[in-house]
């Protein structure tokens, strides 16, 4: 399968390969690494055979235990060997409706209060087998964040980062209206701003990282990685 930034699948929304973004010191982010997409939703045989092909060795599921238990991954079990694993970035409940708080701030209590999970993702990452897969349920917010931490990481520029951000909410909008038009309450969020993909959102995760933190590496240091796991994550798309 040739090299491209976006694959388009049956049901399996936003997938993207984090390949292609240029590098402050020269060069560009390589393709066939890191893919980042939504939840693989009854994926059609066609979309199996596109996963396959890509040969992905490992699949990250970011959303949370009870999500997770209620509509389990396609990928937990599978015909192609890999290996999957999940760790909770963020419990979403349905039935308590959207909070009354910003997706800054949603953000921000993500990796705060998810820091020990945190810390289990970017491990699992720096110790995986390339090709591997991480998402949510959209592949927008959890997945975003640590796809804007990977290329930061990796020495991509923050507008290159915030452009991979902002692509979700165009990406996704079929999906919306398809699900809100025949009423499968897959969408339940009641508040719009919550399933956009504002550039704000990630560039006020990334300005608080950097004042609480010193950044992204000074963040994953904080939650325990030590310098060498680092090192080994920001090379992985290099």
């Known amino acids: 399968m040739s090299a491209k930034r976006r694959i388009v699948f049956d049901y399996i929304e936003n997938f993207r390969d984090l390949g292609g973004y240029p590098l402050e010191n020269g060069g560009v982010t390589k393709f066939g690494r890191l893919y980042r997409c939504g939840i693989p939703r009854d994926p059609s045989e066609e979309d199996m055979k596109k996963v396959c092909e890509l040969g992905i060795k490992n699949i990250i599921d970011l959303r949370g235990d009870g999500e997770a238990s209620m509509m389990p991954s396609a990928f937990l079990k599978n015909s192609c060997g890999i290996n999957y694993k ?18 800054s701030d949603i953000y921000i209590h993500s990796v705060e209060e998810y ?7 970017f491990k699992l990452l720096s110790q995986a087998e390339a090709p591997t897969v991480f998402h949510c349920f959209l592949g927008k917010d959890r997945t975003g964040i640590v796809a804007s931490m990977l290329l930061k990481l990796a020495g991509v520029l923050m507008e290159d980062i915030t452009a991979d951000y902002q692509i979700s909410r165009t990406y996704l ?4 209206q398809r699900e809100l038009e025949n009423d499968t309450g897959l969408i339940w969020e009641s508040e719009d701003d919550h399933l956009m993909s504002k550039p704000e959102n990630i560039i006020n995760l990334h300005m608080y990282l950097d004042a609480t933190y010193g950044g992204t590496a000074g963040y994953l240091a904080a939650t325990g990685l030590g310098k060498e796991e680092i090192d080994r994550i920001g090379k992985l798309l290099i």
């Open 173 to 176: 909008e079929p999906f919306y």
């Open 115 to 121: 820091k020990e999970n945190y810390a289990k993702v």
């Open 86 to 103: 999940q760790i909770s970035l963020l419990e979403v409940n349905p039935a308590a409706g959207a909070p009354a708080v910003t997706l």
